[in-house]
């Protein structure tokens, strides 16, 4: 059996965007007084007060939040809102322990926290984790969650109701 000689053919390639694959991500959106937060494949997210009524949601870590990079730096910014009421949190269901996601509302090394409403969680099941630090809840909280999920509260109260949902 004879080998064939294998031709080569010019081969062109032209970048159009830049892709970079980043572990974890989270998304915030703001209305009518109701800050929502989708945190997704090992996000850590920080929801807090940064300075009196002016709140951040902020990167742990090198999560994006909304996309958003500092170009010139490669740091993440903040998703900063005045005029919180409430907040709903969404996590996508966590793979595996390593890809879990995280979300410490408040923040133990600064300012106390005080959020003036209701606060909802869905933890999506399976590892994720919920930290509330050094914070204040003015309302309810509701957590969405399964056996897999970690809760903690630290140096942190709430006015109203805590009600746990479980989640299959």
Sequence with gaps: MRRRKASSFPISAEICESRTLLAGSATATFANGVLTVDIHSGGKVRIYEHDPG???????GTTPINGQVNPINGQVKPFVVTGLTNIVV???AAASYDTRNVLRIGYEDHQFSAFPGNVTVNMGG???????ENSSIAGNVTIYSNSEDYVDFEQATVTGTIQYIPIP
């Design 90 to 92: 969404n996590m996508d």
């Design 54 to 60: 002016v709140f951040w949601v902020s990167s742990i």
């Design 126 to 132: 399976d590892y994720n984790r919920l930290y509330f």
